[in-house]
């Protein structure tokens, strides 16, 4: 026979912990979180040569020729299905975009270059002039 005791508790212990108050507030933010808290991912356009704006138009590939370094990521995604290899890619010297995805992304690593206002800003608009 079971001891009541035990029963009791285990019974007593399985439903509090059902009814209790999560310890930590659950979030809805992709990994890594955007609030640059840990080490490392703080403001992003810190870290990168600059942004570009590529869009692909009525689902057609579109190439934004930019000096990535081999390094990319979405800083904003516009409009579209925007996975990486399938929506958008990139190689040393550019970005490409299909699919009907439109973004912003950030691109190649910073260099301490201020002289040339453009360059400093480090702001592309794919097929357009710096802003």
């Known amino acids: 026979m079971r001891n009541p005791v035990v029963t009791v508790v285990t019974a007593a212990s399985l439903i509090g912990s059902q009814l209790a108050v999560p310890a930590f507030a659950q979030t809805t933010y992709p990994y890594p979180p955007p609030s640059g808290t840990q080490p490392g991912y703080g403001d992003s356009s810190q870290r990168y040569a600059g942004s570009v704006r590529c869009e692909s138009r ?57 002289s040339d206002p453009a360059a400093a800003a480090g702001r592309k608009l794919c097929g357009h002039a710096a802003l």
């Open 58 to 114: 009525n689902n057609k590939r579109q190439t934004c020729r930019v000096r990535t370094d081999n390094r990319v990521a979405i800083k904003r995604t516009l409009g579209g299905d925007c996975a990486r290899g399938r929506g958008w890619g990139y190689d040393a010297n550019q970005i490409w975009v299909t699919g009907g995805c439109r973004a912003e992304f950030y691109y190649g690593y910073r260099r301490r270059r201020l």
